[in-house]
């Protein structure tokens, strides 16, 4: 069974900058897609970004396309999600996923497409 358990997340002002970590455990970390979402207050949650595992790709939402980059260490099973020029707007519990290994790369931006979740880690951005 696969693993994740985010880190990383806090209190940070507009404009700063925050590093998220996931570390995955129990599966094959290097042939699955690794996607991160989040959940505002009072929100569903939504697509951030995924890391696909043949071509080494990312894929962002338009929202934080510019100022988040998503990276892997394969040799350390983590994931990472760099957020720069944070904004109020950036406030939510930050989930990472997975996809089964060995699965279809294509780019997937739904929940749906995801089988392993983590338990989330808070993100505050104050103004």
């Known amino acids: 069974q696969v693993q994740l358990v985010e880190s990383g997340g806090g209190l940070v002002q507009a404009e700063g900058s925050l590093r998220l970590s996931c570390v995955a455990s129990g599966g094959t970390f290097s042939k699955q897609q690794m996607g991160w979402f989040r959940q505002a207050p009072g929100k569903e949650r939504e697509f951030v970004g995924t890391s696909t595992w043949i071509a080494g790709t990312t894929y962002y939402a338009d929202s934080v396309k510019g100022r988040f980059t998503i990276s892997r260490d394969n040799a350390q099973n983590t994931v990472y999600l760099q957020m720069r020029s944070l904004k109020p707007e950036d406030t939510a519990v930050y989930f990472c996923?997975?996809?089964?290994?060995?699965?279809?790369?294509?780019?997937?931006?739904?929940?749906?497409?995801?089988?392993?979740w983590g338990q989330g880690t808070r993100v505050i951005v104050s103004s």
């Open positions: 996923a997975a996809r089964k290994p060995y699965s279809s790369d294509h780019i997937h931006v739904g929940e749906s497409g995801y089988d392993y």
